[in-house]
């Protein structure tokens, strides 16, 4: 079981392995129980308790998401060593690795791919112990950690993983798009209530990730002030007939366009690369609308990522006819899954 913790809404995925596949046994999408602040263990493990039981999985392994507000996702040079020992030495000395002082924070690793490639060459050229690789950093506090874990152990679950949401599409788009992720280059954009994110890929790596704080919140928040109407009208609106506020809706899109285009550019001119597609995931996905004002903004082909394309699907019949429709909304949880799996 994945469960990705949106600020808005919590999207909930049963994953089970089929020989060398996986398979969709059922998903469900249900309001977040807090919106600005993080879930105290207690209530986490209501939520959690409730997700299960509507799920009706029978696993009790759980990965969780972990929003971009919480959980932080760099590149460092580290020596080689194993992960195990890099997680120590950033847990001690993360001002010199992050250029941040992340005190009281915990940390896993993930050796990039041509870095793996690297490091026979390296180990022949260089003495043991100086030989660096390029690794991928996820941070988060320890309480935070904790208190997850202590959300999940109170639900009477096993935390498989915890796992940044960040990173969700990626996982998702290596499954989805073998090829396109192990030669190419795209951006992944996740749109999200309170953030969204940015991921440029290319030739299986993630080489650069931004997160925009903008999304489908400020989108409704604005437009209610706008018209001077309801945040619920205007979600109304926003979601059943966009082309109604047409103007209004651009205009909202076009800072988060903006801040979105200014991380392909600085992506393409460090790469010398260009970006010419990208696949977009999360709620505000949904809407024709949406994606084709993006695309006008950010000047590049942006497609929806079926996430379940991987997949079998064993969904009760209610779920098998709605999947189509929320299946981008679901990607971070699909990823997140994968992840633990
Ligand atoms: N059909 C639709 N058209 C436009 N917006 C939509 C549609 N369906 C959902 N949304 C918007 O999607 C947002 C929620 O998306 P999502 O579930 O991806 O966010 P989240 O994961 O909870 O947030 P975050 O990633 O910031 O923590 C809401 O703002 C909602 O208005
Ligand atoms: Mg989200």
Redesign the pocket.
Known sequence: MAV?L????T?AVHVARRGQGFALCGYT?LD?PIYEKNLPPDLLSEHLKTVHQILRSRTRHVCLTV??NEAQVRHAELPNMPVKDMRQVLKLNSKSYLQQDLSGHVFDCHPCAPARANQTNNKASAPAGLAKQKVLVAAARQQFVDDFSQGIKGAGLIAACITP?LLGPVNAFEKVMPELFEVGTVALV???????SICLLRDGELLLSRVVAI???R??ADLAENLGISYAEA?GI??GM?QEVQTQLEALLLPLGRELRASIDFFEHQQDQAVSLAFVT???A??EF?METLQREIMIDCKLIKPTSFLQLELPPQQAVEIEQVAP?LT?ALGAALAAL
């Open positions: 990705d949106g600020s808005r809404t999207k999408l977040a929003g971009a949401a996740d749109l999200g209530f309170k953030n969204s999304g489908g919140d989108m409704t979600e926003k979601i966009p999360g709620g505000p949904q809407s949406i909304q971070v």
